[in-house]
């Protein structure tokens, strides 16, 4: 074992100094030693590839009898990755051991032809590393400035808001390229210019330092509009959408399939609020709506929820790190297995699920939300002495069932971790997503999803509602 760790530690030596004919002499004695791996997990192939050494993998890809799927991408090779995909249609979201995946190796190295034909085959486009440097497609284009790439990818979904490791944006790498067109392209796809990195760093401050005065007047030009653009407040019931009341001014109604659209300040904000009725459905036309028609920057919804988590009481208030809808997958055996929204529900399918807040929205966020101090909840409520309301970050559960089983609140507890389940929010986030805008779901505990829910619910969900409305406007004040 020892000795062949040292026969594969020299092959790679020669790989990375660029000796094609001593690497190939060598695969050629001992043809095992193209399948093995080195530290980080690449292939003698793959290794040579990212060490911008092609001319050696292709000479040793010519020695190899069967390429692996991560190989061909990295090559380029279109029709054998078609190839290996028709075998295996699941491999398209699959991961390589050093964490990259095929549509990511596609982009990182320009493969333009062959990155078209797996977003055509269903690639997604906003797929992270499973590895420390979060990199998906898009920070692959921008990172090699191909904007042909990132318009591709763009228009199909790619985020372009999207943080790699220490929060870096793609638009960051544009403005560090000063590449213009590249930071325009992003600015029209709704590129923030004031996403902070990890460290605080922003597109704009980045231009500032640089003294690139034509990026710094495009992204100030898009900082600007991105203000004026108003919010989306979205409720399901009458009960949630009461206590924006006075802190709503309306200017005037639009009627769009049935949903009563009401333009007007949250608070001296720019906002549009709207009613959505109960369900997915309901909440993902009126999430489609609100961004295509009338172009809001952010959607946050407001109202209640049962809980779950019992820790938790009635009006306490959980906002949404991860939101999941428990309902969408495939029934096996009696048991529900969840799959990602739109993904095959399928063996061997990729099976992830759920959308994470933005890591940069939370951050902005958490401190703003720790300070608030939510009304008492009345002893009518509470069962005993008047309490005041704790606020919990944590799992939304979605789904198209009012639940009243204890049973089955265990059960999603157990399965999820998750503190409370409803009836639109991941639907909402899922629609958000395909636009690359941030979402955000607060809901404050209405019920404890058991057998007594269906009395509790009409009983304390005026009372209730009021946390998450408080809480809302507080987040809408800050964005």
Known sequence: MANGKAVLAELLKLVVAGDAEAALAMATVDPSLLDARGPNGATPILTAIYYRQEHVARALAAAKPELSLFEACALGETAKVAALLDRDPGAIASYAPDGFFPLALACYFSRQELAEMLLTRGADANQAASNPTQI?????????????????????????????????????????????????????????PAQPADDGQTPLAMAEAAGNAEALSLLRTAASKAASRPLGIICAIPEEIAHFGGH????????????????????????????????????????????????CRVLLFSGVAGGLDPELSVGD?????????????????GTMRVYQPGAFPLPGMDDSHGYDLDAGLEAKLRPVLESVELPEMPAAVTGGAPRRPSVRWGTILTGDQFLNCGATRDRLHRDFRAQAVEM?????????????????????????AGEESHMDFPQFCRAAAEGASILLRRVAAVL
């Open 248 to 295: 709503f001014a309306g200017t005037d109604e639009r009627r769009v399939a049935g949903f009563v659209f009401r333009r007007g300040l949250l608070d001296g904000k720019p906002a549009v609020l709207v009613e959505a009725g109960i369900g997915k459905v309901n909440a993902a036309t009126v999430a489609t709506l609100l961004l295509e028609r009338f172009d």
């Open 424 to 448: 639109e929010g991941a639907a909402i986030a899922q629609v958000a997503s395909r636009f690359g805008v941030p979402c955000l779901v607060v809901r404050s505990l209405s019920d404890l």
């Open 136 to 192: 998906r497609p898009i920070h692959s284009a921008t990172a090699a400035r191909n904007i042909p790439l990132a318009r591709l990818l763009l228009s199909h979904g790619a985020d372009a808001n999207a943080r790699q490791q220490r929060g870096f944006t793609p638009l960051m790498a544009a403005v560090q390229h000063g590449q213009l067109d590249m930071i325009a392209l992003l600015l029209d796809h709704g590129a923030d």
């Open 317 to 333: 208030v959980v906002v949404g790190r991860r939101l999941v809808q428990h309902d969408y997958g495939a029934l096996v055996s």
